[in-house]
């Protein structure tokens, strides 16, 4: 079974960038949806990117669209996040699916594998 780990969370201000990285480990992560989750206290878990391995795509959530880019590497998978504001103060999570499994890529329900998540606060 794959595990999941995120690193690079931290405290920034509004307008700065940051770089999450998660890296597997335990399995590949070849042919399998790869996404990035966020959840702020009291909220639902809420889908934030994919990489989705059928068609080499990448898709954003509109509250991220050409803000938050999704890059994908043999063992690990990046979130470069720019023009970050308060309302992106969340836990970031790290997600993968089923290998060989596509469709569905923007619920928490469409992966099997997770990481521990890594705080990241937007405030100035």
């Known amino acids: 079974q794959v595990q999941l780990l995120e690193f690079g969370g931290g405290s920034v201000q509004p307008g700065d960038s940051l770089r999450l990285s998660c890296v597997a480990s335990?399995?590949?992560?070849?042919?399998?949806?790869l996404a990035w989750f966020r959840q702020a206290p009291g909220q639902e878990r809420t889908f934030v990117a994919a990489h989705r391995w059928d068609g080499n795509v990448a898709s954003y959530a509109d509250s991220v669209k050409d803000r938050f880019f999704i890059v994908k590497y043999q063992n690990s998978v990046d979130l470069q996040m720019n023009n970050l504001q308060p309302g992106d103060t969340a836990t970031y999570f790290c997600a993968s699916g089923k290998r060989w499994t596509s469709g569905t890529f923007n619920i928490p329900s469409a992966y099997i594998n997770w990481g521990p998540g890594t705080q990241v606060t937007v405030s100035s």
């Open positions: 335990g399995g590949t992560i070849r042919e399998v949806n």
